[in-house]
Every structure is written in structure tokens, then in C-alpha cells.
């Protein structure tokens, strides 16, 4: 299986107020562009469970449109952050 890699230019400071999160957030946005796209072959679907100190994450590939499982990933780790509505991603 191949290891998950995380950009870590994406996560956050855990120093920083949510405030500059969120406005990080808002300016990422307006790089974000739309394109039609061909139909995919495959689909991930994630989710994240948060405890009050950890975080659970599941990761599953399926194929499209059967949706048969390819792999299925999960990970655990502490919070470094607190939870921010809108800012889960």
C-alpha cells in the first residue's frame, strides 16, 4: 500500500488564532478553479471522527460505478488545533 503524504503547507499553526485560519482559508478559496472533468474510474470518500483530544480519520477507494472497494486507509493522531466550524478541511 502506498504511505500517505500530507502537505504540510496546509495544516495549521496550532500557535495561530482561528482567525487567521480562517482568513488563510478564505484566500486559498480564490485560487480554487472549476473544470469539467472526464467521468472517473475511481472515488474516495473520507471522514474524520473528532474526539476531545484525538483526531480518526478512514479513507476508502472504490471503483466507479460499481463501486467495488479498492483500499481502505485510516489514521489516528492528537489534536494540535481546536475544532473550528469551517475549517475541518
Do not use: F
Given at each position: 500500500m502506498t504511505p500517505l503524504v500530507v502537505a504540510t503547507f496546509?495544516?495549521?499553526?496550532?500557535?495561530?488564532p482561528p482567525a487567521v485560519?480562517?482568513?488563510?482559508?478564505?484566500?486559498w478559496a480564490n485560487e480554487v478553479r472549476e473544470e469539467d472533468l472526464p467521468t472517473p474510474?475511481?472515488?474516495?470518500?473520507?471522514?474524520?471522527?473528532?474526539g476531545p483530544q484525538t483526531a480518526i480519520a478512514v479513507a476508502a477507494l472504490v471503483t466507479f460505478p460499481a463501486l467495488?472497494?479498492?483500499?481502505?486507509?485510516?489514521?489516528?493522531?492528537?489534536?494540535?488545533?481546536?475544532?473550528?466550524p469551517g475549517l475541518l478541511s
Open positions: 496546509y495544516l495549521p499553526d496550532p500557535t495561530e485560519a480562517i482568513e488563510k482559508q478564505r484566500r474510474q475511481t472515488i474516495a470518500a473520507v471522514d474524520v471522527h473528532l467495488e472497494p479498492i483500499a481502505v486507509a485510516s489514521a489516528e493522531a492528537p489534536l494540535a488545533y481546536p475544532y473550528v
